[in-house]
């Protein structure tokens, strides 16, 4: 059974900084290009920054580029996304997304930033 699991949410002040982390299991992670999501109230669900399975292909929104940063252990199975300079508009549940032939979702995580 494959699972996701997000973690490291929460509540940040503007211009804080949050790292996500999204744990795999039962899927074979290297192989898997894994993207995060994240969708704010009444927005549909927009990416944010997708890593290749080797780790050496990133990809970023025009709108987090030089804040954001993703990465990966595929010895822990777990892939990583680093925000800083955080803003207001960055708060939205984010999601973890592994996908081959087939898309894998996780449970998503809440980040809000507000003074």
């Known amino acids: 059974q494959v699972q996701l699991v997000e973690s490291g949410g929460g509540l940040v002040q503007p211009g804080g900084s949050l790292r996500l982390s999204c744990a795999a299991s039962?899927?074979?992670?290297?192989?898997?290009?894994i993207t995060w999501y994240r969708q704010a109230p009444e927005k549909e669900r927009e990416l944010v920054a997708t890593i290749s399975g080797t780790g050496l292909s990133t990809a970023y929104a025009d709108s987090v580029k030089g804040r954001f940063t993703i990465s990966r252990d595929n010895g822990k199975n777990t892939v990583y996304l680093q925000m800083n300079s955080l803003k207001p508009e960055d708060t939205a549940v984010y999601y973890c997304?592994?996908?081959?032939?087939?898309?894998?979702w996780g449970q998503g995580t809440q980040v809000t930033v507000s003074s």
């Open positions: 997304n592994a996908k081959r032939t087939t898309n894998y």
């Open positions: 039962g899927l074979t992670f290297s192989v898997y290009l």
